[in-house]
């Protein structure tokens, strides 16, 4: 009878051991799982993250692209005028520079049945042609260039405008001065080749600048 007893005891004893074994697993599994349902969660809510983040971005790169396309076409459509303005100043400085050059030239072929004074008048006519030539394109095409193009521009002009006053009223041979005006005449030439280079050179880093841009 105590036999049997101390078997119940212990049968009991396992039982209980058992109970408890399950009860810890149970915990465990319940604990691993509740875990693994919130990483589960979290990955998710990351994931939403991340995707979120990747959709703002390419809207934000959508949006990007449109402002950069829309100002390359605008600065395009600007670069296409201006250009077109510059490239008239450039033909325009070359006329007035050759007709200042020509007033009085080192060398130059006359035309015998032309009086000295109605040759004047046909290089003061020529001359002041490109010159009001150059005025209309400098002033009224003046807001869409850079300013200082147009003090190049402007500082030839007014070389110009010297040397056509002093060939217009000065005379070679007056008190035997003839040494003295073709020295001034060299000098005036001078200056203003200088100066339609220097006006040159400012227009060609322009167009450079605009090339650079809409590469």
């Not at 036999?3 to 915990?27: D, M, P, Q, S």
């Amino acid at each position: 009878m105590d036999i049997v007893i101390v078997v119940l005891e212990g049968l009991i004893l396992v039982g209980i051991a058992c109970i408890f074994l399950f009860r810890k697993y149970l915990l465990s599994y319940s604990s691993e799982k509740a875990k693994n349902l919130a990483t589960k969660e979290d990955i998710g809510e990351i994931t939403n993250s991340i995707e979120g983040v990747k959709l703002d971005y390419a809207h934000k790169l959508e949006a990007t692209k449109a402002e950069l396309s829309s100002q390359i076409n605008t600065h395009g459509f600007r670069y296409e005028k201006e250009f077109e303005v510059l490239e008239m100043l450039a033909d325009s400085l070359v006329d007035l520079r050759n007709a200042a050059l020509n007033l009085r030239p080192v060398f130059e072929f006359v035309d015998k049945s032309k009086s000295k004074d109605e040759i004047k008048i046909e290089k003061l006519v020529e001359f002041d042609k490109a010159r009001r030539d150059l005025f209309f394109i400098r002033e009224k095409k003046r807001p869409f260039y850079p300013d200082s193009i147009y003090q190049a521009v402007l500082k030839i002009d007014e070389l110009a405008r010297s040397e056509s006053v002093e060939y217009e009223y000065r005379d070679p041979y007056d008190g035997g001065r003839d040494s003295d005006y073709w020295k001034k005449a060299e000098e005036n030439q001078s200056s203003i080749i200088e100066a339609t280079n220097l006006a040159m050179d400012e227009i060609r880093e322009r167009v450079s600048k605009w090339e650079a841009l809409s590469r």
